[in-house]
């Protein structure tokens, strides 16, 4: 069984990558709305940098705690969930890496 700590950092970064998510889908529906004009392109852009942040967060919480608990049942569900954030963090890092027009 997995020890309260590892599963409470756990479920904390899920939610974190379960917020970046709703960012993730909160900035692709402003910019198909409108057509990615001024106001809305920089929203777009605002929540695409807060979903990079709480992706950043959560991989960083989530490799903290396979560090502090290197046992095989530890490791692999923190090990699944960073697959999971880092995964998610090149999805939400390729439009700022994108070159301008």
């Given at each position: 069984?997995?020890?309260?700590?590892v599963?409470?950092?756990?479920?904390?970064?899920?939610?974190?990558?379960?917020?970046?998510?709703?960012?993730?889908?909160?900035?692709?529906?402003?910019?198909?709305?409108?057509?990615?004009?001024?106001?809305?392109?920089?929203?777009?852009?605002?929540?695409?940098?807060?979903?990079?942040?709480?992706?950043?967060?959560?991989?960083?919480?989530?490799?903290?705690?396979?560090?502090?608990?290197?046992?095989?049942?530890?490791?692999?569900?923190?090990?699944?969930?960073l697959?999971?954030?880092?995964?998610?963090?090149?999805?939400?890092?390729?439009?700022?890496?994108?070159?301008?027009?």
């Open positions: 069984m997995l020890e309260r700590e599963l409470l950092a756990g479920a904390y970064a899920l939610l974190l990558l379960a917020f970046a998510l709703a960012l993730e889908a909160a900035a692709r529906r402003v910019e198909r709305a409108e057509g990615a004009r001024w106001p809305q392109s920089d929203a777009a852009q605002l929540r695409r940098g807060l979903a990079l942040v709480l992706v950043v967060l959560a991989s960083a919480l989530l490799a903290v705690e396979a560090f502090r608990h290197p046992r095989p049942r530890a490791l692999a569900a923190l090990g699944g969930g697959v999971l954030a880092l995964g998610l963090g090149a999805r939400s890092a390729r439009p700022f890496l994108a070159r301008p027009d």
